[in-house]
């Protein structure tokens, strides 16, 4: 049982590109999440769906956008890298937004 | 604004002792409080999840407790192992979002 799958797990960017991350989970979770988790600090919300073709901004959205095609998979895009970009993403899902998360392995993510 | 709290950052203990990781937030309108357990380079692993009407959950050695009146919450873990070291973080689900805590990191010495 897959649970919730990210790739890549590591990254490398140049200030100025654009990449996605891929998040899929096989749990047919409504609710599915993108975190960024940096030192010393609390996981921060940068969007969350609710269900497929509903998507909404969390604590941190600036640089980042989603889309929810699909029930199962739910990417992150970075429109233009920044070093302030740089961060661990971690990619999550739930049976409902109040309910317990399960999450992905992470992404670390290097903007240089 | 609901703000979480973890204090210590970090605590080291020698194995086979009970220990009490807290956590605080500001606001007492919270839906429910999750514990989870994040071992290095890994994701998350819920451990506990308490609803906002009870006062709390037990899972093996692990009980968690939720007193909202004061806005506290705390993960008990008994007779403590080396496999139990890891960054423990507890988040409160409150206005649709969950809010975290920076997580406090466990180190049990065999």
């Known amino acids: 049982n897959a649970g919730v799958t990210q790739t890549p797990k590591f990254q490398v960017l140049k200030t100025g590109q654009s990449m996605t991350l891929q998040c899929a989970q096989d749990m047919n979770h409504e609710y599915m999440s993108w975190y960024r988790q940096d030192p010393g600090m609390g996981l921060r919300l940068i969007h969350y769906s609710v269900g497929a073709g509903i998507t909404d901004q969390g604590e941190v959205p600036n640089g980042y956008n989603v889309s929810r095609s699909t029930t199962e998979d739910f990417p992150l895009r970075l429109l233009s890298a920044a070093p302030s970009q740089t961060s661990v993403y971690f990619c999550a899902s739930s049976t409902y937004s109040n309910s317990p998360l399960h999450f992905g392995n992470g992404t670390r993510l290097t903007v240089t | ?110």
Do not use: H, M
């Open chain 2, 1 to 110: 604004k609901q703000e979480v709290t973890q204090i210590p950052a970090a605590l080291s203990v020698p194995e086979g002792e009970n220990l009490v990781l807290n956590c605080s937030f500001t606001d007492s309108a919270i839906y429910n409080l999750q514990w989870f357990r994040q071992d290095p380079g890994k994701g998350l692993t819920s451990l506990l999840l308490i609803q906002s009407s009870q006062r709390e959950q037990t899972s093996g050695r692990l009980n968690a407790s939720l007193d909202k009146s004061s806005g506290r919450s705390t993960l008990y873990i008994a007779a403590s192992q080396p496999g139990d070291s890891a960054t423990y973080l507890c988040a409160v689900y409150s206005n649709y979002q969950l809010i975290w805590g920076a997580g406090t990191k466990l180190i049990i010495k065999p």
